[in-house]
């Protein structure tokens, strides 16, 4: 590799881990805040919480991992267009290839990792993460003994606990039970406790009530002095794990059991899963073509057009989502699944012929202008908005 190779792939790498490193915070706390509630919800500790958020990872790095590339490719011959390095390469008699050749190498070794990921951790890190979470939910005495806490335990189900007292007895115990269609049971107990049998558990309520109210507005009240409310049937619900496609490994996909019922009632759904992992690698090669063709010529200074990391970002978030569109509809109609590895067989060809014939991929001069004039008036309305501010500010001093 030559020393202006080295230098473009030292760059552009340094570009691209940086890149990552800030995408795939802001994705993952994301999606981190909508698994919040398994502290919040069933009690569980934060260590707990944590490796659920740490297994969510593998599943967002192929998606993160061409948009890092893109941003990174982009920014750096951008840069270098800027300092008129490309010019100067240009003129030194380097073809496009020596641009090129350190930038691919650099996709490929990241196509290499998304696919390891996407099919060889991304499987098992969901399937621990689906246990994490059944187990969490499962251990309902975590849950329930929880002092001021109402708690959701099943659809229609809610529980409340005063206070814990002495001899692992619960004091105040409240229960609403909506489940019987036509009727609203209330239990109220002074005191209970969990008493465990075997695999059972059952919550027992001592001297309490309860209100029965039926759909008409009759309201029956029974006084009991001992009831035993079984929990064991939640816990059983609560342990049973459903492994979607996205949750099996490919061998499995590849060759799923004819008695699995997820397989069994959607079939198609296995076989688009494993068209989408063997299509989503290659968007980090597709990317960087695409960033090459936008920002992988010298160009002028007064040339006017779009910034190539927005044209570059623009036209790799257009060819994403034909990928997720067409994924979406393979399970339902055979035809997408062609369209999975067409889309990124079409674009590659497209930048490939804009690079070969020494063409830069931009957005039209039309798109440029209206964009150029949008970011004008928000400027001029920007710059209106903090002088009105100021003087509003400045009479309100007055008064």
Do not use: C
């Not at 099996?248 to 992992?277: C, F, H, I, K, W």
């Not at 978030?317 to 979406?328: K, N, Q, S």
């Amino acid at each position: 590799m030559k020393v202006v190779e080295r230098y473009i792939m030292r760059r552009t790498t340094a570009m691209f881990l940086a890149a990552l490193v800030w995408t795939l915070a802001i994705v993952w706390t994301t999606q981190v805040l909508a698994k919040i509630d398994l502290v919040t919800d069933s009690g569980q500790s934060a260590l707990t919480f944590f490796e659920v958020a740490a297994l969510i990872i593998p599943s967002i790095i192929p998606i993160v991992v061409p948009f890092a590339l893109v941003v990174a490719v982009a920014q750096t011959l951008s840069a270098m267009n800027t300092d008129s390095e490309l010019a100067v390469i240009n003129a030194a008699g380097a073809s496009r290839w020596t641009i090129a050749r350190p930038i691919l190498l650099l996709a490929l070794a990241a196509s290499v990792f998304s696919f390891a990921v996407d099919n060889g951790v991304d499987p098992y890190a969901r399937q621990k993460n689906r246990q994490l979470v059944a187990a969490s939910r499962a251990d309902l005495l975590s849950l329930i003994i929880q002092e001021g806490t109402f708690r959701r335990i099943d659809d229609g189900l809610f529980l409340q606990i005063g206070e814990r007292l002495p001899d692992n007895k619960l004091g105040g115990i409240f229960v609403a039970d909506s489940r019987e269609e036509g009727a609203n049971l209330t239990y109220y107990a002074k005191t209970g406790s969990i008493v465990e049998k075997g695999d059972e558990k059952v919550l027992m309520m001592n001297d309490g009530v309860i209100n029965r109210k039926s759909v008409t507005g009759d309201l029956s009240v029974i006084r009991f002095t001992s009831y035993a409310f079984d929990l064991s049937a939640f816990m059983s619900a609560a342990n049973e794990i459903t492994l979607l496609p996205k949750d099996r490994t490919t061998p499995y996909l590849l060759n799923p059991d004819a008695n699995d019922r997820m397989y069994q009632r959607q079939p198609g759904s296995y076989t688009a899963e494993v068209n989408q992992r063997f299509s989503e690698w290659s968007y980090s090669l597709v990317f960087a073509l695409i960033a090459l063709a936008v920002a992988g010529d010298a160009r002028s200074h007064r040339e006017a057009r779009i910034h190539p990391l927005i044209t570059a970002i623009a036209i790799a978030l257009f060819v994403r989502w034909l990928g997720f569109f067409a994924a979406g509809k393979a399970d339902k109609v055979w035809y997408y699944a062609y369209m999975v590895y067409a889309v990124p067989i079409v674009a590659s060809a497209v930048s490939v012929w804009f690079i070969v014939s020494s063409r830069s991929m931009e957005l039209p001069t039309a798109w440029a202008d209206w964009m150029t004039n949008l970011a004008g008036r928000v400027s001029e309305g920007w710059t209106a908005l903090k002088l009105w501010l100021a003087r509003r500010g400045t009479s309100g001093q007055g008064a």
